[in-house]
Structures are given as structure tokens and as C-alpha cells.
């Protein structure tokens, strides 16, 4: 016969809460920011206003051996510096699921590009918006307590529901929910693909454990392996032994005896099972050829698990919307589930919800390092420079950011906020397989270093030349005659471009490309330009009434070669134009 305890909220009493010892959680550090290896991190919705079923911002609150709140991290509500919004639906109590990276360092967690208040078509709930306008958002944390959310996913496939996500090293990515398929992407990319399900899909809760993918499902899919470890596509293979009405949201596996699931080590499980009287903590243990049902307690809307074994004892710390408790299975590998009486360690204030749990990311001291572009597996060309950039952030303040591609030298990035650029030459690279290096040291010399795999397309421009990119009229390949002074323009990356009116001012440039554009800037004072590209001349008339730029492409065949750029004032205009100056805005090559 089994054994329930009901656990209703607030009911457990604060003697109850007292006697329960907690490995699950260590001392916390006094470091407001810095995640305690031990701790806990709750998924919280809301902050006092009441909830509905718009979007309500989201807060990750760590949790300290007594139930102490150490710290509450606020995700964004607003976009900023390449980081969009991340809210949730207010009573969509499916969400919010968290996970801690396979490396330990990173948790993932989902939620919606929307405002707060924001809801679906109609004003009803934002769940019924469509993700091909509203984008579904991964947001990957680190130890420091910093959030990148530049992961948003559009477009079929994507999830309605958006509830869970995984990631390996918080670069590689998996996303999931109801309405949508297992996703797979990387960090900042635009794009996902469909590692498995459907738009038909009900997917809860994603987690790497043991090194294997796991997702678990309503209806299908209770709980279930995806292909072997973590690859980015897969079939879905549910564990062998589970019952077919299971209703699974948080789940937790150990490893405490020789026997082993899979590929894995793996041989006790924990699921927070809905599916049962309110909810229920399920054991599970493995036998070598199924998952047996080895006893249960009733914990009222069981939502998040986690665990922590140490010494065959199983800390486990589950939510419910309104509780954070604690319990421990003392003696993880018997076929039996007889835990300590459940502790509540925090309730959740009034108007908000806890929602998903997992254990607090570790990492080595050192710099918040979020690597932007090029994005993994990128095909950059090899352009006259390549441009990387990196979100970098430290309590104790940044001192240097540097970046190398392959194994070349690192160059120094420059700042501008938490952005940092570096322009890293291309010369000696070369095309094929290749990789970004960002190495970030703070005020106390410790350093984070963050690598990424890339492609490099093409071939280097010869020095002296411009190859594939976006520049100012002012780089340093362009030689002038006569007479040019800067101006003001929206167009130019610097927002500053050159102006002439003296004729036979010329300005002379080589390009390395396919594809060569030059945009001028026209206005009532414009006048007249002869552009010869290999010798080959081009007048045009920079006048217009309207002030609207023009933009003249060159398209060349054959191999990528050099090409030779002559602009020449004419110091004539037409008849309508008062003046005869040329403006030259862009410079546009591509590969």
C-alpha cells in the first residue's frame, strides 16, 4: 500500500521546517550578484499587480539554505543593447519551466518578446498570439546573474506556449512548448529548426541529465529520451515503464546504484506528476529493462523538481505555485520512497507565482562573456576586416576585451555600454573551418573566455584594398586629390561622408569583390560625377528636388578580383541644380 502525505500550502508548520536538513543548499556568500553554488533559483511571475492572462514580468529569486531570498534578478521588460523583452502569461501555469545547463554554468529560460500587459488578438490571452509577429524568447543566465535574450523564435514550429529550453554550454539551444515542436538553435540566431514534434506537439519541460536530451509531454511523450545525448534533431523514445496518463511537468534523475538507462548513468528518477490527486512526487527506479513506480507523496500542484544526491541521501527542493519545499529521500538507492516530512522554505507573495526550479549555475570568477556575432557556424566572409562583438559585463568593472579569429593575434574591441567591437584583419586567413575567440579580464585580473566555431568564405583582400563590407567614405584605402571636406549624412556608418565642388577632385579606391555599390547623397545643390570602374566611366547627377540618396551598383563576373574605383567632380551641374557639389555617402562591397 502506498504511503500519501498531503502537503496544502502553508500548512507545514515552522518545527517542521526546522528539522529538515538541507545539503540541497549551502551557505550562502555575501555576493549580491554572484550565483552560490547550492542554492536554488526559482521561475517567479509577477511582481504585486495582479495577474491576468497578459504579460506579467519575470523574476529569478535565489533561495539560501533556511529559505532566505539572497537575491531577485529582474529579466528585461524593455530592449536593450541587442537583449529583447522576456515576460510571461500571468495564469498560464505551464510555464516558466527552468533548466541548468549540462556544463553547469548557464540556466535557460523562455517567455515571451512582449511588453508587460501585453495580450493576444483581441485582448485575450497572450498565449494566442501568433509567434510569427510576437517572438518566443530563450534567455540564457550565467553564475553572475547576467541574462542574454537575444535568442527569439519566429516563424511555424515555434511553440505557442512557450515553456522550457536547454542548452549544452549556452551556446547551443533546444526550446519547446504547447503548440510546437522540440527546437533547435544556437544563441542569437534568427532562425531554429524542428529537432522533433509537430505543430500538434505538447511539450512541457526540456533538461539535459546524464549527458541525454529529455523532454517531458501531454497526452504523448510523458517522458521521453530525444535521439542519443544531445544532438540537434532526433527521434523521441519515452522511458519504458511509465504509465500511459502520466502528466509530467518537473522531473529529476540520479545516479546511486550501477544500474544504468541507456546511455546514461542514470537509474532514479523524480517527477512531478499532475496527473494524480492535485499532484504528486513520483519515485522511479530502474531495473535494466523498465522504470518501476517505488512510492509517492500528494504535494498539492507539484510543479519544478530538482535534486541533489550526496552520500545515497536525495535533497530534493519542488514548487508549487505558491510554495518552495523541501524534503529528502534518505536512502536514494532503496526501491522504496519514504522522504522526510516536506518543509515549506518560501511562499510566494501575494499577485505573483513560483513557477520552475533548478539548482544555481558555477562557473570560475571572471566576467559575464556573451559572444554576438558572428553567430556559431556562421559563413563569414573574408572581408578587409571582420567584425566581432561581445556583451561583457563584471561587478567589479571591465578592464580589457579582446578577440582573435583561428589562431592570429588578438586585437584590442572598443566599448560602447556593455558592447564591445573588435576589427580583426583579415589578412593571412584563410577560407574554410575556423573560429572566434573573446577573452574578457575584470578590475581582479580574472579573465572568461568564450569560442565559437565559424566559417570563412572567400578569399582575404589584398592589402590596400577593400574587400566584402559596408564602409565610410573616410577608411583609410581611399586617396583624394583636390579639394574634400566632411559632412553629415544619414546614410554612412559614421554618419559622416565627403563633399566636393572643386573639379577634377577625385577620390580613388581598389575594391575586392563581386558586387560594388556607391551611394551619393542628392540635394538642390548637387551637381555632376563621372565614376569610371576599371576604366570604364559612368556620369551621373547628384541633383534632386527631394534630397533622396542614389545608389549605383557595379556587378562583376568571373573569379573575385581586384577592381579600381576613380570619382571625379565634374564641376558642372544641372539645369535646375544651384550648385555643382558631389556627395559621396556609402561604399558597399560584396563578396
Known amino acids: 500500500m502506498r504511503t500519501r502525505l498531503r502537503v496544502l500550502g502553508g500548512s507545514i508548520t515552522a518545527a517542521a521546517l526546522a528539522a529538515v536538513v538541507l545539503p540541497l543548499v549551502t551557505t550562502p556568500q555575501a555576493q549580491a550578484a554572484r550565483f552560490t553554488g547550492g542554492n536554488v533559483v526559482v521561475y517567479r511571475v509577477g511582481s504585486g499587480a495582479a495577474l491576468t492572462n497578459a504579460a506579467a514580468p519575470v523574476f529569478l529569486d535565489e533561495y539560501g539554505p533556511t529559505g532566505a531570498k539572497l537575491q531577485s534578478i529582474a529579466l528585461p521588460t524593455a530592449a536593450a543593447e541587442g537583449n529583447a523583452r522576456l515576460t510571461a502569461t500571468g495564469r498560464s501555469r505551464s510555464e516558466g519551466l527552468v533548466a541548468r545547463s549540462a556544463d553547469g554554468r548557464f540556466l535557460t529560460v523562455t517567455g515571451y518578446d512582449a511588453a508587460v500587459g501585453a495580450t493576444g488578438p483581441g485582448g485575450v490571452t497572450l498565449t494566442a498570439s501568433d509567434p510569427t509577429s510576437v517572438g518566443r524568447v530563450v534567455g540564457v543566465v550565467d553564475t553572475n546573474g547576467v541574462a542574454d535574450t537575444t535568442t527569439v523564435l519566429k516563424g511555424a514550429g515555434v511553440a505557442k506556449i512557450i515553456r522550457s529550453a536547454a542548452t549544452t554550454n549556452g551556446e547551443q539551444l533546444w526550446a519547446t512548448g504547447g503548440n510546437g515542436g522540440i527546437l533547435s538553435t544556437n544563441r542569437g540566431a534568427a532562425t531554429s529548426t524542428v529537432a522533433a514534434g509537430a505543430a500538434a506537439s505538447n511539450f512541457n519541460a526540456l533538461t539535459i541529465q546524464g549527458g541525454q536530451l529529455f523532454t517531458s509531454g501531454i497526452l504523448a511523450n510523458r517522458l521521453a529520451s530525444l535521439g542519443s545525448g544531445t544532438p540537434a534533431s532526433g527521434a523521441l523514445a519515452d522511458l519504458p515503464g511509465l504509465p500511459s496518463y502520466l502528466l509530467t511537468y518537473g522531473y529529476a534523475f540520479a545516479d546511486l546504484t550501477p544500474a544504468a538507462y541507456g546511455s546514461t548513468a542514470l537509474d532514479t528518477l523524480y517527477i512531478a506528476n499532475a496527473s494524480e490527486r492535485g499532484g504528486t512526487l513520483d519515485k522511479y527506479r530502474w ?283 565634374l564641376g558642372t551641374k544641372a539645369p535646375a541644380s544651384k550648385g555643382t557639389s558631389v556627395y559621396l555617402a556609402l561604399l558597399k562591397v560584396k563578396a
Open 287 to 569: 531495473n535494466g529493462a523498465s522504470w518501476v513506480a517505488v512510492g509517492y507523496i500528494d504535494l498539492e500542484g507539484a510543479f519544478g523538481v530538482v535534486a541533489d544526491a550526496k552520500n545515497g541521501a536525495v535533497s530534493l527542493a519542488v514548487t508549487t505555485p505558491t510554495t518552495l519545499i523541501s524534503l529528502t529521500d534518505p536512502n536514494g538507492a532503496a526501491e522504496a520512497f519514504t522522504p522526510t516530512a516536506p518543509a515549506v522554505l518560501a511562499t510566494a507573495a501575494a499577485n505573483t507565482e513560483f513557477r520552475g526550479i533548478a539548482l544555481a549555475p558555477t562557473a570560475p570568477a571572471g566576467p559575464s562573456l556573451f559572444l554576438r556575432t558572428p553567430l556559431a557556424g556562421a559563413d563569414v566572409p573574408l572581408a578587409d576586416t571582420i567584425s566581432v562583438t561581445a556583451y561583457v559585463d563584471s561587478p567589479v568593472g571591465v578592464t580589457s576585451v579582446k578577440a582573435k579569429i583561428g589562431g592570429g593575434k588578438l586585437v584590442t574591441a572598443k566599448r560602447s555600454g556593455h558592447l564591445w567591437t573588435a576589427k580583426i584583419p583579415s589578412t593571412g586567413l584563410k577560407a574554410g573551418k575556423s573560429s572566434v575567440t573573446v577573452v574578457a579580464t575584470d578590475s581582479a585580473s580574472a579573465t572568461t573566455t568564450a569560442t565559437r566555431a565559424i566559417k570563412l568564405g572567400g578569399s582575404a583582400a589584398p592589402k590596400g584594398t577593400l574587400g566584402a563590407g559596408t564602409y565610410a567614405w573616410s577608411a583609410k584605402q581611399v586617396k583624394y586629390t583636390g579639394t574634400w571636406k566632411a559632412y553629415k549624412t544619414k546614410v554612412s556608418p559614421t554618419k559622416k561622408g565627403k563633399t566636393s565642388t572643386a573639379k577634377k577632385s577625385t577620390a580613388k579606391v581598389k575594391v575586392f569583390g563581386k558586387k560594388l555599390t556607391i551611394t551619393f547623397d542628392r540635394t538642390t545643390k548637387g551637381g555632376k560625377v563621372k565614376v569610371s570602374v576599371d576604366g570604364k566611366a559612368t556620369t551621373l547627377s547628384l541633383y534632386d528636388k527631394a534630397g533622396k540618396a542614389l545608389k549605383k551598383s557595379w556587378t562583376f563576373k568571373g573569379a573575385v578580383k581586384t577592381h579600381k574605383v576613380v570619382v571625379t567632380v
